[in-house]
């Protein structure tokens, strides 16, 4: 058993949406959760700058006396996950796996959509991901990159976040996707929106869940459950 609490960081309010699934799933965890709301966003920087920011953040988080540290940030985790988990000595865990994995169970007709940050999309690490899981994955990649100011103003079914949807999301409606990976942690903030936009039969995946679900795995077969 370990009672310290689980760190969590993000660019801005978006990774709450993770810290909220921690928090269901894991009912005895204590989180520390920290929000960059003063660099927002992190989706038009350069990797190299995500980077040096992220490893700020897990310092921020290791005073904390953290055990395991979650970056809820896709374009952190997507640029940077490798190089924090070669660079710190604790656990560290990314959304973009967990996001592949549970999109592939999700999809029939293997053509997925990724909406992300410009940063995200450059990286191809979704891209990535499902092809390792499945070579004969369609996917089809979108930065979305007005969502995040939306979502952190609170302007989530406002007409002007609708219009912006439609716009950015009309090529894959067109492509036939029946699987959307919400590559971008604010993202699910705009579900409502998004649902809409795309329609009832097109699958909206949060990798929230899925990250949480690995978490607890981890901890569990570690023995290092609060």
Not at 37 to 64: D, H, I, M
Not at 94 to 110: D, H, I, Q
Request: glycine share 8%; net charge negative.
């Amino acid at each position: 058993m370990d009672n310290r609490p689980i760190g969590i960081f993000d660019s801005g309010v978006g990774g709450l949406t993770v810290a909220s699934q921690v928090m269901k799933q894991l009912i005895n965890e204590e989180v520390v959760y920290f929000g960059d709301t003063a660099r927002v966003p992190y989706g038009s920087k350069t990797k190299e700058t995500v980077t040096k920011f992220s490893k700020q953040n897990v310092r921020f988080l290791l005073s904390q006396n953290v055990k395991a540290v979650i970056i809820a940030c896709n374009t952190a985790s997507a640029n940077s996950l490798k190089e924090l988990q070669d660079t710190f000595d604790v656990p560290i865990f990314g959304v973009v796996n967990p996001g592949a994995k549970e999109a592939l169970g999700v999809t029939r007709n293997k053509k997925i959509g990724v909406i992300a940050t410009s940063s995200t999309i450059k990286s191809q690490a979704y891209q990535k991901a499902l092809f390792q899981g499945d070579e004969g994955i369609e996917v089809f990649a979108k930065a979305c990159p007005l969502f995040v100011p939306l979502a952190e103003e609170g302007w989530v079914n406002e007409d002007i976040t609708f219009a912006t949807a439609q716009k950015y999301l009309g090529d894959l409606i067109k492509q036939d996707v029946d699987t959307i990976i919400m590559g971008c942690t604010h993202y699910p903030l705009l579900r409502e929106c998004i649902k809409k936009v795309v329609g009832d039969d097109v699958a909206l995946v949060d990798p929230a869940y899925e990250t949480a679900v690995l978490v607890k795995e981890y901890l569990t077969e570690s023995h290092m459950l609060r």
